[in-house]
C-alpha cells in the first residue's frame, strides 16, 4: 500500500484534487469527515468538549454548533489547544483505523485528505506529500467569492493555517491548481502516472 498525505489550504482546491485521485482509483479518507464523526452526540469526545466549552454551543437538538465552536477557539489559543486535545488523538485513531481498513480491503493507493497534515506531524507518517497550490492573490479572491467575506476575514482565515508557500516546503508532490481544472487534472495524472512507474514493480500499483 502507498499512503499519501494529501493537504493544502483553504480555498487552493484540495477536494477538487482529492476527487480527481478517487476517479483514478485511490480510497480516499477525509480526515474533515473523521474530525465531524467523533465530536457526535454520545460520543466520548463530545462529552469532553460539552464539558470544556458548556452547553451553550449545543443545538436544540443535541448536536454541536460547530460554527459556534469556532468563533469560541478562532482567536483563543488556549482554547483552541483545549480543543485539540480532546478531538486530535481520537482523530488520529480513526485516522488509522481506515488506512488499515483500505489496506485490508486491498486498495494499492490510500489518500489522507488532511487539512492540517503538516500543523500535527502526521506528514512525517506519509509514503509522499501533496501539497495543493495556488498563490496567495488567488486564494483569497477564491475564498471571498466562496464564502462571501470581507478581505480581513478572509485573510484571518488564511492566517490560521500554515501558509502554502510554507508547506510546499514539506511536498514531495506540488499540485499547482492555479489555472484551469484541466491544468489541474493533467498534472494530477502525470504525478500519478510517477507513482504507478517508481512502484508498480514491487506490485504496489498494477
Known amino acids: 500500500m502507498y499512503l499519501i498525505g494529501l493537504t493544502g489550504g483553504i480555498a487552493s482546491g484540495k477536494s477538487t484534487v482529492s476527487k480527481m485521485l478517487s476517479e483514478l482509483g485511490a480510497c480516499i479518507i477525509d480526515v474533515d469527515k473523521l474530525s465531524r464523526e467523533v465530536v457526535q452526540l454520545g460520543k466520548p469526545a463530545y462529552l469532553d468538549i460539552i464539558k470544556a466549552f458548556g452547553r451553550d454551543i449545543v443545538e436544540p437538538n443535541g448536536e454541536i454548533n460547530r460554527r459556534r465552536l469556532g468563533q469560541l477557539i478562532f482567536d483563543n ?9 480532546i478531538t486530535h488523538p481520537r482523530i488520529e485513531a480513526a485516522a488509522k483505523a481506515a488506512v488499515e481498513a483500505a489496506e485490508a480491503n486491498g486498495f494499492a493507493v490510500v489518500v489522507l485528505d488532511a487539512p492540517l497534515l503538516i500543523e500535527v506531524g502526521w506528514h512525517t507518517k506519509m509514503d509522499a506529500v501533496w501539497v495543493v497550490y495556488v498563490e496567495e492573490q488567488t ?9 462571501k467575506l470581507e478581505e480581513a476575514a478572509a485573510r484571518a482565515r488564511m492566517d490560521a493555517q500554515l501558509a502554502l508557500r510554507e508547506k ?3 511536498a514531495d508532490v506540488v499540485i499547482d491548481n492555479s ?3 484541466e491544468k489541474t487534472q493533467n498534472n ?16 504496489i500499483i498494477s
Open 77 to 85: 489559543k488556549e482554547a483552541r489547544f483545549t480543543l485539540e486535545k
Open 139 to 147: 486564494q483569497l479572491a477564491r475564498l471571498r467569492g466562496r464564502d
Open 168 to 170: 510546499v516546503k514539506y
Open 179 to 181: 489555472d484551469t481544472p
Open 188 to 203: 494530477v495524472i502525470q504525478a500519478w502516472n510517477k507513482i504507478s512507474k517508481t512502484n508498480c514493480s514491487d506490485g
